[in-house]
Nanobody, 122 residues
C-alpha cells in the first residue's frame, strides 16, 4: 500500500482545509488514519476510518471530520475552525482493518504517507 497525502497549506485561524490521502494500492479492507506532529512534540492521533466507522480524537472532535471515497480510494480529513495549535505535519497511515475495530496508535499502522504541512496563523 502506497499513500499520497496532500492538501496542506497556510490558513488563518478559524479557516478550513481539506486533506486527502490517496491509496495507490488496496483500499477497501484497510483502515486509514491521520496523525499529526507539531514542532518539538510527539506525533499524535487525529482520526481514523475503518470500513463504515470513524473515530476522531477528542482534541478535534466537532471541528474535524474524516470520510472515505471508495471509488477514488481516498480518505479525506475536513478541518474546520482551525486553531494555531492545529499546526503541524499531518501524516496518513494504513493497515489491514477488521470490522468493529478502531485503531489509534502509531504502532497499529504499517504503511505511512509522506506528510503534508498545515500551518495555522493566529
Amino acid at each position: 500500500v502506497q499513500l499520497q497525502a496532500s492538501g496542506g497549506g497556510l490558513v488563518q485561524a478559524g479557516g478550513s482545509l481539506r486533506l486527502s490521502c490517496e491509496s495507490l494500492g488496496y483500499f477497501n479492507n484497510y483502515a486509514i488514519a491521520w496523525f499529526r506532529q507539531a514542532p518539538e512534540k510527539e506525533r499524535e492521533f487525529v482520526a481514523t476510518s475503518v470500513y463504515d466507522r470513524t473515530y476522531v480524537a477528542d482534541s478535534v472532535k466537532g471541528r474535524f471530520t474524516i470520510s472515505r471515497d471508495k471509488v477514488k480510494k481516498t480518505v479525506y480529513l475536513q478541518m474546520n475552525s482551525l486553531k494555531s495549535e492545529d499546526t503541524g505535519v499531518y501524516y496518513c497511515a494504513a493497515r489491514w482493518g477488521y470490522p468493529g475495530d478502531h485503531y489509534v496508535r502509531e504502532s497499529d499502522f504499517a504503511y505511512w504517507g509522506q506528510g503534508t504541512q498545515v500551518t495555522v496563523s493566529s
